[in-house]
């Protein structure tokens, strides 16, 4: 079975009432509600523990690590940061969501500032699939809207995905690549832009149909490790002639 680590800060449903009111045992919870009742391993670490929750041991035992962080990216851990790093690299899959656009992980793993528009006003989103064919787009269709969303617009200063599974359309008119596949070292990358804090997307089947497939995705088969050392002698090679 996938094991599931899910990410957050946890705070401001701890201090601001109007999350609370959305997401009272945080977002976390309902993020690892979803999973589980897609039949993962599912575990849950936040920003005030020890090590972030995300300790050698934890992250040993990650498969896939989702990601959600808005008001407290200045304070996640370099050291923190450069264990989730190297475990993508190794393998480890990695699921980004919403305002973990702007976190230390992503930004690292992109190479860029992951800088976009926004706009809070409750926006009417339609989240288009345009990849049908991707593991990620399983059981959508041609996509589905949530009737109000924080608006995300382009540009988007991410490098071009190897992937591109969705695009969003705002009622104000903007666009967004909302479903970004990427591969770094041995691990894969989704990047989904649903979630703002004070919309209950996370209950949504739509936005719940594709964390689940994300994570499938990000789990798959990775190959064997590379092995890499100091070769003085070249291998013998078999003669291809008589």
């Known amino acids: 079975m996938t094991r599931v680590t899910v990410w957050t800060e946890y705070r401001q449903e701890r201090n ?31 920003l005030d523990e020890p090590d972030h929750g995300l300790t050698d041991d934890v992250l040993a035992e990650t498969d896939v690590l989702t990601w959600w962080g808005h008001v407290a990216h200045g304070e996640v851990d370099d050291v923190v940061v450069e264990r989730v790093h190297s475990r993508v690299l190794d393998g480890m899959g990695l699921i980004v969501l919403h305002s973990g656009h702007h976190s230390k992980i992503f930004k690292r793993l992109m190479g860029t500032t992951c800088d976009l528009n926004w706009r809070e006003s409750g926006d009417r989103e339609r989240l288009w699939v345009v990849d049908p064919a991707h593991p990620i787009a399983e059981s959508l269709g041609e996509g589905f809207t949530l009737d109000a969303e924080e608006m995300y617009g382009e540009h988007f200063d991410v490098p071009a995905p190897d992937r591109l599974v969705l695009i969003s359309w705002f009622s ?36 719940r149909r594709v964390i689940a497939n994300a994570v499938a995705w990000a789990a798959g088969p990775k190959g064997n ?17 008589d």
């Open 16 to 46: 601001d009432p109007a999350v609370a009111a959305v997401y009272p045992d945080g977002i976390h919870t309902i993020i690892a509600e979803g999973l589980r009742d897609a039949d993962f391993d599912v575990r849950t670490a936040t």
């Open 172 to 207: 104000g008119g903007e666009v967004f690549r909302s479903g970004c596949c990427y591969e770094r070292g041995r691990g894969r990358i989704f990047y989904f832009r649903p979630g703002h804090e004070t919309h209950p997307s996370y209950r949504h089947p739509g936005v």
């Open 225 to 241: 490790a590379p092995e890499r050392r100091d070769r003085p002698e070249a291998p013998e090679m078999e003669s291809s002639g």
